[in-house]
């Protein structure tokens, strides 16, 4: 018996993980990508004899990636070796003034005592409240479909919402248990990237800061793309193949299914296509007007997470004070968050993340040398030009030298900007974003753009802008969910 063709337009981790599923589950998988390189926004590239992850940076919840490789009798370790990073990570308020956040649970309960009386054994309640969320949230509700309400009509399941502090923000939720502001700070900040303040994120995200605090912050050894290469070498082994340089342009249909994608290579034909591209192009750019899922004002109208202006420096000297991961928050982020969440512009002043990965890792800069990764958020849909990078990597770069205390500028070999015009050339992103959808309560589960097309029966849809959601593990799960979804009604 023949095999049911299965196109997978890119080749990100939502892309890879479907393909790899629906190669488990019998079919004859092709996957599509654009660019001249494989891994969507986790790419690397290398310069200058610097190595450099494009995009995710934080490997958190080593559970979701264990539990994929599993799936298919394989280990993580097969792949690549992880590493716990101890402290987690730093937040630097100022010269002289920083927390390095400890791995170890009691010196972690310690370090909130010392800031707040107490806050030790909140902190405690606090996880083992979130780890009810986590277990709840990431071992069931994310491997919902999202395509009917009557996924959640058990008894049960619907304590469990309810339980979840769904309906809650995260900021009151964190306020009950805490008072002093840099505490506040640091158990909101999980949810910076998920699209909202903390005022209009639901509480159910206090299962970030049981991912964060209780599973750790690790490293794959030799960078995040190593993920990537892990699920090319399991894609390759199933079958899979993977063709680079073939950008789809338009899907074509013949009356309710798609039959083939037209790409820059050629026509390819299909029995089924998951498209792990930015949802909105594909919707708005590859399928005809009347198949669309949805209009321009539906789309409009969504709340998109935070584009990211990005840079990717060499540095011929070694850091001092950084730690493979730096958050500076030695400015007010009230005045930013509105400037990415309400009042969209650039930021006067704005929080920034460093990762400077040779601290940990000694293949990615060559010996003496430092490789660091800077990462300011920012709204979706800005304007942006040299002129803007220029004047944010001053700004930047400045407030490091303070911290650090010596000269940064004159020490750089190597330097790249990334930001919303390369995410819309290198990804057709929608208005420029990094991460997707925003997780607001009103684009939660059933309330996201579908995974499977409305008028297109053969057509669904994986990645950050359907279910789960935004991030590395919620990818990972969307293509299960997806590949579960297309057996049941393709096989």
């Known amino acids: 018996m023949n095999k049911k063709k299965a196109l997978v337009i890119g080749s990100g981790f939502a892309g890879f993980s479907a393909a790899i599923n629906l190669a488990d589950k019998n079919f004859d998988v092709t996957i599509l990508e654009k660019n001249t390189t494989i891994g969507g926004r986790a790419r690397k590239f290398s310069a200058s004899g610097f190595t450099f992850d494009m995009g995710p940076s934080w490997y958190w919840m080593p559970d979701v990636f264990e539990s994929f490789f599993n799936r298919f009798g394989k280990k ?56 009810y969320k986590y277990e709840v949230g990431i071992n069931q509700l994310v491997y919902k479909p999202g395509r009917s309400l009557t996924e959640f009509a058990s008894l049960k399941l619907l304590i469990d919402v309810i339980r979840m502090d769904v309906f809650k923000s995260i900021s009151n939720h964190v306020r009950q248990y805490f008072k002093n502001p840099r505490i506040i700070q640091l158990m909101e900040f999980p949810v910076l990237f998920l699209g909202a303040l903390a005022e209009k994120t639901p509480a159910l995200y206090s ?22 290469e892990a699920m090319e070498s399991l894609a390759k082994e199933m079958g899979v193949e993977i063709l680079t340089d073939h950008a789809v342009t338009s899907i074509n249909h013949h009356s309710n299914q798609v039959k083939s994608v037209t790409t820059t290579q050629g026509e390819i034909p299909c029995d089924v296509l998951v498209a792990g591209a930015d949802y909105h192009h594909v919707d708005t750019k590859l399928v005809a007007p009347e198949k669309r899922n949805y209009s321009d004002s539906y789309w409009d ?71 660091l990764f800077l990462l300011i958020p920012v709204a979706p849909g800005l304007e942006e030009d040299e002129s803007i990078r220029d004047k944010y990597f001053d700004i930047i770069i400045k407030r490091m030298e303070d911290y650090v205390g010596h000269d940064i500028k004159s020490h750089i070999v190597y330097k790249r900007s990334f930001a919303h015009r390369n995410f819309v050339s290198d990804y057709n992103s929608f208005k420029g974003n990094a991460y997707g959808l925003a997780n607001t309560l009103k684009q939660t589960a059933i309330l996201k753009p579908a995974l499977k097309s409305k008028k297109l029966k053969n057509l669904y849809h994986t990645g950050q802008l359907t279910v789960p959601g935004p991030g590395v593990p919620p990818s990972l799960i969307s293509g299960i969910v997806v590949a579960d979804e297309v057996q049941k009604e393709m096989a």
Not at 98 to 123: N, R, T, Y
């Open 301 to 371: 109208k969504r709340v998109m997470a935070p584009s990211s202006l990005l840079y990717y420096v060499g540095l011929d000297r070694k850091l001092d004070k950084c730690l493979h991961h730096n958050l500076f928050f030695d400015t007010d982020f009230g005045p930013h968050a509105k400037d990415i969440y309400e009042n969209p512009k650039w930021p006067e002043n704005p929080l920034f993340y460093a990762s400077v990965t040779s601290k940990t890792d000694d293949t990615v800069a060559p010996e003496g040398h430092e490789n």
């Open 207 to 228: 299962l970030m800061n049981y991912a964060d605090m209780s599973l750790g912050t690790w490293y794959p050894k030799g960078g995040m793309f190593k993920i990537v």
């Open 76 to 131: 993580v370790s097969d792949y690549y070796e992880l590493e716990r990073l101890d402290p987690s990570y730093q937040v630097v308020y100022g010269p002289g003034d920083e927390m390095p956040i400890p791995a170890d649970m009691g010196e972690l309960e310690a370090l909130f005592d010392s800031i707040e009386p107490g806050a030790g054994l909140k902190l405690r309640a606090f996880l083992e409240q979130a780890s």
